[in-house]
């Protein structure tokens, strides 16, 4: 199922030399192109509102990203790739389009493919708005600010450590509130943030049913560890791909890559999913006892 468009966004299925997906658009086809990367468990869908808040010199550009909305779900994302299919994607797409240069707005699991492609494309980067962003060294398994894994194996990162309530619950489509860990409960709880309802929650919640599902995509592979919390990252899905065990040295390449562009980093004080005592981290589960075995701090 598609799901409809504002008034001002168009869709098209574009087919590039990586990928065919879905892709939005809204403002004039002559004006400054902006990329919108959304981010894990949505589609380009969540960016419309902000696509057609932008000024009217701006053409904005949001596609459905490899596993996730209306892309083409037989193309895998090969974890061990890091942010690489993403990036990659990203790319090809604003070639096929004619781009050589254009602004970057990444959100979540979007914003680090962001970062990366300010090590490997800076070039193509008018700017960089990061909203949001998840870690440059990656998510889960590390233990200080400089992302040093906290065991060899990257135990505490990956697909492993996904809800298996919520991915029921996407399963089966549920749009009740019957659980605090239903789809709807967890976009309410750890991403508008109570009491806000979004006027369009039940497009973004269409948009989290197309996600792919398993050990190909979410929430992907894991390998089981000696080590707590007793799982290690797999190799597929964008979930093993976020974990530092593949995002590896990021931030030094960030550090070593010319030009660098303009960046906008925002984030929010009261955010519960990406932030250091993120809700789906084993680190802030683990003093609450829901995960036995917790080694301290």
Known sequence: MSIPTLPGVTAQTIT????????????????????????????????????IALPSKYRAIAADQRGLGESD??????????????????????????????????????????????????????????????????????????????????????????NPVLFQGLREKNR?????????????????????????????????FQVELGEYGIPGDKVDSPNWPYVAPGKWGPLNALSPKYIGNLVERILAAKPKADVLWIYGTDDVAVSNSAASDPGTWGPTGRLPGFPGP
């Open 16 to 51: 590039t030399s990586r990928l065919t997906t879905r892709v939005l658009f809204s403002g004039p086809e002559d004006g400054i192109p902006v990329l919108f990367i959304h981010g894990n468990f949505s589609s380009a869908t969540w960016w419309e509102e902000t696509m």
């Open 73 to 162: 779900h037989s193309v895998k994302i090969n974890a061990q790739n890091g942010m690489g299919d993403f990036v990659g994607d990203a790319i090809a797409l604003m070639d096929q389009l004619g781009y050589d240069r254009f602004h970057l707005v990444g959100v979540s699991l979007g914003g680090v493919a962001a970062w990366w492609m300010m090590a490997d494309a800076p070039s193509r980067l008018l700017s960089v708005t990061l909203a949001g962003p998840g870690s440059p060294f990656g998510f889960g398994g590390t233990k200080d600010a400089s992302g040093t894994p906290t065991y060899d194996d990257y135990a505490g990162s990956g697909g492993g450590l996904a």
């Open 176 to 208: 009740t509130l019957d659980s605090p860990f239903s789809p709807r409960s967890a976009l309410r709880l750890l991403v508008w943030g109570p009491p806000f309802v979004p006027e369009r929650e039940e497009a973004f919640l269409d948009a989290m």
